[in-house]
């Protein structure tokens, strides 16, 4: 199962707003509704900041945001901060593995 | 307050064995589904492995099969990850993760642990 597709980094100013991308197939991020993204600290554990393509946990900034359409997938950060530079990881469950990551986006704010 | 604390890395020369454990609490383990996710050095996340609640169904990525076990003590509420014939490509961090029954995601993560393969 090859990994879903990212940009290897974006940056962005504070206050702007980035869009992170993902790109499957139709056996992962096209076919299920099923699309996560983790944010990672450097020597830190993974955090969900988005499941099931838009949805917050409880305690995640409303700044993020997710979406799809067809077999892309999309983060954006809106209102950037200096504490959201991190790497980003896309993630969505599939047909075959089962499940499948990104590999990840390292996010710089100038 | 959920916590996934994983143990028992370290360094394995090649074709060697090594025991993880991650010991959860916070939580009714027994109804989570269970997955182990690695981090090779520099590198981006790889989906290992995964067991149901009950223990009975289990699936592995191509990489590791035939060579990891996982597997899990719903009275210890531990989950384990035998790993066997461990190869140089093996080294990473490995982290327990936690999905809840019918999710799709990873809601919590334990902190890792590093696993090195090297003569």
């Known amino acids: 199962q090859s990994a879903l597709t990212q940009p290897a980094s974006v940056s962005g100013s504070p206050g702007q707003s980035i869009t992170i991308s993902c790109t499957g197939t139709s056996s992962d991020v096209g076919g299920y509704n099923y699309v996560s993204w983790y944010q990672q600290h450097p020597g830190k554990a993974p955090k969900l900041m988005i499941y099931d393509v838009s949805n917050r946990p409880s305690g995640v900034s409303n700044r993020f945001s997710g979406s799809k359409s067809g077999n892309t997938a999309s983060l954006t950060i809106s209102g950037l901060q200096a504490e959201d530079e991190a790497d980003y990881y896309c993630?969505?469950?599939?047909?075959?593995?089962?499940?499948?990551f990104g590999g990840g986006t390292k996010l710089t704010v100038l | 307050e959920v916590q996934l604390v994983e143990s028992g890395g370290g360094l394995v020369q090649p074709g060697g064995s090594l025991r993880l454990s991650c010991a959860a609490s916070?939580?009714?383990?027994?109804?989570?589904?269970m997955h182990w996710v690695r981090q090779a050095p520099g590198k981006g996340l790889v989906w290992v492995s995964r067991?149901?609640?009950?223990?009975?169904?289990?699936s592995y990525a191509d990489s590791v099969k035939g060579r990891f076990t996982i597997s899990r003590d719903n009275a210890k509420n531990t989950l384990y990850l035998q790993m066997n014939s461990l190869r140089a490509e093996d080294t990473a961090v490995y982290y327990c993760?936690?999905?809840?029954?019918?999710?799709?995601?990873?809601?919590?993560w334990g902190q890792g642990t590093l696993v090195t393969v090297s003569s």
């Open positions: 067991i149901n609640s009950d223990g009975s169904s289990t």
């Open positions: 993760a936690r999905v809840g029954f019918l999710h799709y995601y990873f809601d919590y």
């Open positions: 916070g939580f009714t383990f027994s109804s989570y589904w």
């Open positions: 993630s969505s469950y599939t047909s075959s593995s089962p499940w499948v």
